[in-house]
């Protein structure tokens, strides 16, 4: 009961003092806007090239969405020493970590959903395979929040965490099978494209979108759970290490 009141507490916090802010809500819903709109455009109209964009822009909203937002408000947190007052409460610290994130992760998954919404009202969604959808925004918006998170507490000021989630981020968007084909890669770079957690979401965004996936949709799921599982471990690591005295 005690730690359920703590989670609650922290995650409450988090979103009243952070995503619900105005610049937040409005960069919320601008952003996706801005891909939907960009991607949409490209699309010249065409019904069936809308459909086959949204698992792109699915993944890049989600993406930005869970990442951005955590990666500096942790940092700026231990910056201001007011994270050392948390660290103090008397909850576990993977508990505490969890709080910290969940705030993030409902919002790449509020992300995530607007351009689906848009789509709605111009194409026919009814061959879109719901019950994979859900949990393969959840995964994505999970990993890229632990990724924001290690993201974090690798760094010392705000922007360092901002050009490294840059660093990151765009890398992964143009080779993680978003814009062409990994297959269409330089060989050298393929093995790097599939390091990336993003690859398996977008490959199982596809075959929630009527396409047909590189790897199996088993395998997709696995190794996201594993990249998120890892991430989260390793930030734990670096939060003990660096900043538990």
């Not at 909203?61 to 409460?89: I, M, N, P, Y």
């Not at 508990?95 to 709605?120: D, E, Q, R, W, Y």
């Not at 994979?132 to 924001?148: N, Q």
Request: charge should be positive; hydrophobic fraction near 55%.
């Amino acid at each position: 009961m005690r730690y359920r009141i703590a989670f609650w507490s922290i995650l409450l916090k988090d979103i009243r003092s952070y995503y619900l802010k105005p610049p937040n809500i409005s960069w919320g819903i601008v952003f996706p806007l801005a891909w939907t709109g960009m991607f949409f455009v490209r699309s010249g109209g065409e019904l069936e090239s809308v459909i086959s964009l949204l698992p792109g822009v699915v993944a890049l909203s989600t993406l930005f969405g869970a990442s951005s937002v955590l990666a500096v408000t942790v940092t700026f947190e231990k910056k201001g020493r007011s994270f050392e007052r948390l660290l103090l409460a008397p909850i576990p610290l993977e508990l505490l970590m969890l709080a910290k994130t969940s705030g993030a992760i409902v919002f790449g998954i509020l992300n995530a959903f607007v351009p689906v919404l848009l789509a709605s009202f111009i194409v026919d969604l009814s061959g879109v395979n719901w019950g994979m959808l859900l949990p393969v925004v959840v995964l994505i918006a999970m990993a890229s929040t632990f990724l924001g998170l290690f993201i974090a507490v690798s760094v010392s000021e705000v922007f360092e965490a901002q050009t490294f989630s840059n660093f990151v981020r765009f890398p992964m968007i143009f080779l993680c099978g978003l814009f062409f084909p990994i297959a269409m890669l330089p060989e050298f770079l393929q093995p790097l494209a599939y390091a990336l957690p993003l690859t398996y979401g977008v490959d199982i965004l596809h075959t929630v979108f009527g396409a047909t996936s590189v790897l199996p949709p088993a395998l997709n799921f696995g190794v996201l759970g594993v990249y998120c599982m890892g991430l989260f471990v390793i930030s734990l690591r670096n939060v003990r290490r660096r900043w538990i005295l």
